[in-house]
């Protein structure tokens, strides 16, 4: 079963994954700016776009564009442009 | 905005971006067996999983794992095997 879920109003959409070592989820983030939380560590990974980013505890903002990726600490939140709509994997755990 | 749509009875579900020079979705296959039809070009591209694909034309199955591409030609129907939920990408024209 895929699980499909909606936040932002529908401007970053997700679908879920089963069946892998750990949980998986692809999307899709709209252009925009959005503010995340984070309950348990993630590893993003940008598939198509650009995602500037600005981690926690980290004043400055990062570029990550096709093929690059991040973590982010569990209990946490982080801040997002979005420049152009842009497909992401999320790791969990 | 981010269009959803579902296949297969929820069991393919796929996500569009816009904005991009080509019609891009993302989707999600879960384990099972399909038979997709091709109005346009595609080139598909596994981003997590594996799928099995005879291609149109084709007497044999062919693996593609993550990473992995293939093309599908316009006015077509191919067949999948999906042995565990796969990611993939979907670029048009």
């Known amino acids: 079963m895929i699980t499909h879920n909606e936040y932002f109003n529908g401007n970053v959409q997700s679908l879920a994954l089963q069946g892998h ?8 983030m709209a252009k925009g700016e959005y503010e995340f939380g984070a309950d348990a560590p993630e590893l993003m990974q940008v598939v198509v776009g650009e995602l500037n ?6 004043s400055d903002w990062q570029s990550f564009k096709e093929g690059a990726e ?3 600490p569990g209990d946490s939140k982080f801040q997002l442009q979005v420049p152009v709509d842009t497909a ?3 790791f969990y755990g």
Do not use: E, Q, S
């Open 70 to 72: 991040f973590h982010v």
């Open 21 to 28: 070592d750990k949980p998986v989820t692809i999307g899709v």
């Open 88 to 90: 992401y994997l999320c």
């Open 53 to 58: 980013v600005k981690l926690p505890g980290n």
